[in-house]
């Protein structure tokens, strides 16, 4: 970090060194230009907000027939919401479940582990909190963590990294065998998009606790990041438990796409396919999908 007091950050963007303050009231205009189509983002233009409001009415609803079947035969749904800093993960999980009731759809975003859980077997923090009969429970950040923060940031070790890369396919078979629907999304946002929602987030007042030292000083490691992504999909992306990539620079078209393919891989009762609408391929589909 060039500057404490300022939290400036040097980048270097296509060989090019850049200055980020997520403290200045203005956003450099290379910031403001290149967001949406960082990453490879395939359109121009975000989703329109009244389009996007009458799609996701359609797909709220269909989300409330989810959850009288999921009471009615007892099954089990667990999305696993995973992504950079400020992919938009939260806001994914609050545009599924705005309408579920809270009884049985719920949230799990925890803190760290407390010293009791550092002394436990890894996942036994995050089974405890896995859906009943009847649940759909959403993690905002999951088990992962292992796979990205915390071997990017020095907060596991190695041989610890490795266990969990070569445990972590046969713990997913157990949940899905078990009878639970296991989904598991990474949102995909452009490295300008990241900036631009650091330096939003920075100047809301609503928002300003989303952004943390951490997040700053994640910004240089951009690179180890997405090394230890590919890694971690390349080992954990299986057949019993797919990874679904979501390119997310427009968190709209973003939620939309990530709530159609719950639907779609869901056989509950009072389905309207037409309501639920065709996925873009544009924005969701599987690892391959990912560009940095």
């Known amino acids: 970090m060039a500057d404490q007091k300022s939290r400036a950050v040097e980048l270097e963007f296509g060989g090019k060194k850049r200055v980020f303050d997520v403290d200045d009231p203005h956003l450099p205009e290379w910031i403001e230009e290149a967001a949406l189509d960082s990453g490879g983002y395939p359109y121009k233009k975000k989703l329109k907000e009244e389009d996007y409001q009458i799609e996701l009415h359609s797909l709220q609803k269909e989300l409330v027939k989810v959850q009288f079947w999921l009471q009615k035969t007892g099954k089990r749904v667990m999305s696993v919401f995973e992504g950079?800093?400020?992919?938009?993960?939260?806001?994914?999980?609050?545009?599924?479940?705005?309408?579920?009731?809270?009884?049985?759809?719920?949230?799990?975003?925890?803190?760290?582990?407390?010293?009791?859980?550092?002394?436990?077997?890894?996942?036994?923090?995050?089974?405890?909190?896995?859906?009943?009969?009847?649940?759909?429970?959403?993690?905002?950040?999951?088990?992962?963590?292992?796979?990205?923060?915390?071997?990017?940031?020095?907060?596991?070790?190695?041989?610890?990294?490795?266990?969990?890369?070569?445990?972590?396919?046969?713990?997913?078979?157990?949940?899905?065998?078990?009878?639970?629907?296991?989904?598991?999304?990474?949102?995909?946002?452009?490295?300008?998009m990241q900036l631009k929602r650091f330096h939003d987030r920075r100047h809301d007042p609503l928002k300003v606790w989303k952004l943390s030292d951490m997040d700053i000083a994640a910004l240089t490691k951009w690179d180890d990041y997405s090394k230890a992504r590919d890694k971690m999909l390349k080992e954990t992306h299986t057949k019993h438990a797919p990874w679904t990539v979501i390119r997310a620079n427009d968190k709209r078209r973003a939620r939309l796409n990530l709530i159609r393919h719950i639907l779609h891989s869901l056989d509950y009762d009072g389905k309207e396919k037409q309501a639920i609408g065709e996925i873009d391929n544009e924005i969701l589909d599987g690892p391959e999908l990912l560009k940095d």
């Not at 950040?141 to 596991?156: D, H, I, K, L, T």
């Not at 078990?178 to 990474?186: C, P, V």
């Open 84 to 192: 950079r800093d400020a992919a938009g993960k939260g806001g994914s999980i609050a545009a599924t479940l705005a309408y579920m009731n809270p009884r049985s759809a719920r949230v799990v975003a925890l803190t760290k582990p407390t010293e009791t859980e550092r002394g436990q077997w890894y996942f036994q923090r995050y089974v405890s909190h896995f859906p009943t009969a009847g649940e759909f429970v959403a993690f905002d950040r999951s088990w992962y963590n292992r796979a990205g923060v915390e071997p990017v940031m020095g907060f596991c070790t190695e041989d610890e990294y490795k266990a969990f890369l070569k445990a972590t396919p046969d713990f997913e078979r157990l949940i899905v065998n078990d009878g639970t629907y296991l989904f598991k999304f990474w949102l995909n946002i452009g490295r300008e």
